[in-house]
């Protein structure tokens, strides 16, 4: 399995207030990306990095900011959580071809 | 827009069947299609398709791409209860930078 770990995995949070999302890589792979997962959508993207401190929006970024100040670590932050942002979100990273590796999630619920 | 369409969006077959599972596409700067399978987790890679005509097999899967005709398949032989999954369908522009383009699966179900 590709390196990938996600923090936290689970994370319980009020509306409003700020949430950050931790994706940490070993595999020196330069691209990143944050998805979401919901019933009756899919995986879509929402934010990607192609290098240190080169980031772009994806599909659903309202929202969302992302920051990558090292090659390992991609982190997603919601300014101001939303139920609407109840989703699994998963990292994922990949080297040159579009082969994806993902990471094991994170299961967000705003209440 | 991007889309990607799979069929069926689920499917119950018994144990030891073949099944093939649909994938059309269109999108933008084509330059892959892959496959993935997600049982309850993350997904896990199983192929990615950039020449068309050319299969791809592992096991008992395989795939094949049509970039003619814009769609994919993927075929599982001999289905066994740990093929059991969500089998997932994604395009890709060219280049890794920008992220992938997911169709909403297929359930796939295998009964003893």
């Known amino acids: 399995d590709a390196g990938i770990t996600q923090s936290p995995r689970h994370k319980v949070t009020e509306t409003g207030t700020p949430v950050t999302l931790r994706c940490h890589q070993t595999?020196?792979?330069?691209?990143m990306y944050w998805y979401r997962q919901d019933p009756g959508h899919g995986l879509r993207l929402i934010h990607y990095?192609?290098?240190?401190?080169?980031?772009d929006k994806g599909e659903v970024s309202d929202g969302y900011s992302v920051s990558r100040s090292k090659t390992e670590d991609f982190l997603l932050t919601l300014e101001s959580a939303t139920s609407s942002q109840t989703s699994v979100y998963f990292c994922?990273?990949?080297?040159?071809?579009?082969?994806?590796?993902f990471g094991p999630g994170t299961r967000l619920t705003v209440t | 827009e991007d889309k990607v369409v799979q069929s069926p969006l689920s499917l119950v077959v018994h144990e030891g069947d073949t099944v093939t599972l649909n994938c059309s596409y269109e999108?933008?700067?084509?330059?892959?299609l892959l496959w993935y399978k997600q049982e309850k987790k993350a997904p896990t890679f199983l192929f990615m398709l950039?020449?068309?005509?050319i299969e791809k097999k592992s096991g008992r899967l395989s795939s094949i791409l049509d970039k003619k005709e814009l769609f994919s398949i993927l075929n599982i032989t001999a289905t066994q209860t740990g093929d059991s999954a969500v089998y997932l369908c994604?395009?890709?522009?060219?280049?890794?930078?920008?992220?992938?383009?997911f169709g909403k699966g297929t359930h796939l179900i295998i009964q003893p």
């Open positions: 950039t020449s068309s005509g």
């Open positions: 994922a990273i990949s080297e040159f071809q579009n082969e994806q590796y």
């Open positions: 994604a395009v890709g522009p060219g280049g890794g930078a920008d992220g992938l383009t």
């Open positions: 990095s192609y290098g240190v401190k080169d980031t």
């Open positions: 595999e020196n792979h330069r691209y």
């Open positions: 999108v933008t700067n084509f330059r892959s």
